[in-house]
């Protein structure tokens, strides 16, 4: 609005001036020290002398005071514009301050519970340390249990404790017995003992994956690390595999370690003199144990001179599907190595489906001694060796299973467990221990896994 007055104001003093100035006049502004306009109109004439002063002096002073009626008008426009702006500005920037304010308290606070919880934290670990701390210096205190020979010389034993603080504490005997472990050598000099390290098994772990078959004939399979090795031309670290889907099974697969299995290029191919039946091979001091198909023959394939060593039939075992494992497969014969030598897990008619085990000579597969178990080996998944004892496997298909019974050929008794045993990908048609390694080795539905173990402690006279 007041731009429209100032206009019209101007106008009218234009049309008066210009008129009487011939269109000769100018108007000049400008501020003055206190910041207000000051207009200047100036008419030209084309000879000052000419211009009577007397007779133009109403005219000028006309135009002195609408110049000032439109500088005072001017004036309080813009004073009032201003003051408009400022109040604006200073209400919004009132309420920015009060919305920063207000989030800065709120993140205050905040940090303040978050300080309070990382405090109470902290109280409660160096509370959990300190009980830890009395625990160990207590475990250090406590003098370990020696009994006395005829000749004098002394051994530890991992003897119960029997002292008040360990009755009831399963965890602390557990960690007990770990420090009297320690120090003890595996030989101990001048002693009628020898640990060999190869108590019963405690525990099993969680399944490492290595490979993943291909295609449709590696849903089942073998493969193995020889823990033994006799030849110059494979190691320890080479790695074994044969896939046992398929009418004619004779490919064996050599790979230099677990990376070049991993990336799936075998360095060498092997062909077997026989087909061989499921999944029951073992790798064992340079040389191939398998069944031959549809028979109760055991074959060993020398894999140094690529040919066969020895064969020999099984006396009286049952073969192709007369005395599987639960999940089928032709597992009648489940060959096994560990730190005692070579194995043969089978049933025969004789056993009316118990499992036998046999243990063979490693050239002439000949069975040296056989021992008859109590369970029958269509109601377990899958079994292994360890330090001459036989373990089986409950399902096969079970997420979360057991290894749920053992047989120990030094006492020639047998009983049930209970250990933990995962089958991740739910269909293991393979276990076998591989002692150097304390692994076992396993086929789990395509997928070739490792599972570490634990052996508890034993001495043997």
């Not at 920015?96 to 905040?110: D, K």
Request: proline fraction near 4%; charged fraction near 20%; hydrophobic fraction near 30%.
């Amino acid at each position: 609005m007041w731009l429209q007055v100032l206009f019209l104001s101007l106008s009218c003093f234009s049309s008066v001036t210009l008129s009487q100035a011939q269109d000769r006049a100018s108007l000049r502004h400008s501020n003055d020290h206190a910041g207000r306009c000051h207009y200047t109109f100036t008419v030209a004439s084309p000879q000052e002398s000419s211009c009577p002063e007397r007779s133009m002096k109403p005219e000028m002073d006309g135009v002195l005071s609408r110049v000032t009626l439109l500088e005072a008008l001017v004036s309080r426009l813009i004073a009032g514009m201003d003051g408009g702006a400022r109040t604006g500005v200073g209400s919004n920037g009132g309420e920015g301050l009060q919305e920063a304010y207000s989030q800065v308290t709120r993140e205050r606070n905040q940090l303040q519970k978050d300080k309070e919880h990382l405090s109470g934290q902290a109280q409660e670990l160096q509370r959990r340390l300190a009980e830890l701390s009395r625990e160990a210096e207590s475990l250090r205190e406590t003098p370990c249990q020696h009994t006395h020979t005829s000749g004098g010389t002394q051994h530890e034993k991992n003897t119960p404790a029997s002292d008040p603080t360990d009755l009831g504490n399963g965890a602390y005997q557990e960690m007990k017995a770990e420090v009297t472990e320690v120090p003890a050598s595996h030989l101990i000099p001048n002693g009628n003992h020898t640990f060999t390290g190869c108590g019963e098994l405690q525990s099993v772990g969680d399944p490492v994956l290595h490979r993943k078959a291909d295609t449709m004939t590696g849903k089942y399979g073998v493969w193995m690390q020889d823990p033994e090795p006799q030849g110059p031309h494979y190691d320890n670290k080479t790695v074994w595999r044969m896939d046992t889907v398929g009418k004619d099974v004779r490919q064996l697969f050599a790979y230099e370690d677990m990376e070049q299995l991993s990336q799936g290029f075998p360095m060498k191919v092997l062909v077997l003199p026989d087909p061989m039946e499921s999944t029951g091979a073992t790798i064992y001091r340079g040389s191939l144990y398998y069944q031959r198909k549809r028979s109760r023959t055991l074959i060993r394939y020398d894999l140094t001179s690529e040919s066969l060593a020895s064969r020999r039939e099984l006396p009286h075992a049952g073969f192709h599907g007369q005395h599987p494992y639960s999940w089928g497969g032709y597992t009648d014969i489940d060959l096994a190595a560990d730190e005692q030598g070579l194995w043969a897990i089978y049933s025969t008619s004789k056993a009316k489906g118990a499992i036998v085990i046999s243990q063979l000579d490693p050239k002439s597969l000949e069975v040296k001694k056989s021992w008859e178990t109590n369970i029958r080996k269509n109601t377990v998944a899958n079994a292994f060796m360890v330090c001459g004892r036989l373990y089986t496997v409950a399902s096969y298909t079970a997420a979360n299973t057991t290894v749920n019974y053992v047989f120990d050929t030094a006492t020639g008794a047998g009983r049930a467990v209970a250990v933990p045993f995962k089958n991740k990908y739910r269909y293991n048609s393979m276990v076998d221990y591989n002692h150097a390694q304390r692994k076992l080795f396993a086929w789990d539905n395509f997928h070739m896994v490792t599972y570490d173990v634990r052996l508890g402690r034993a001495s043997r006279s």
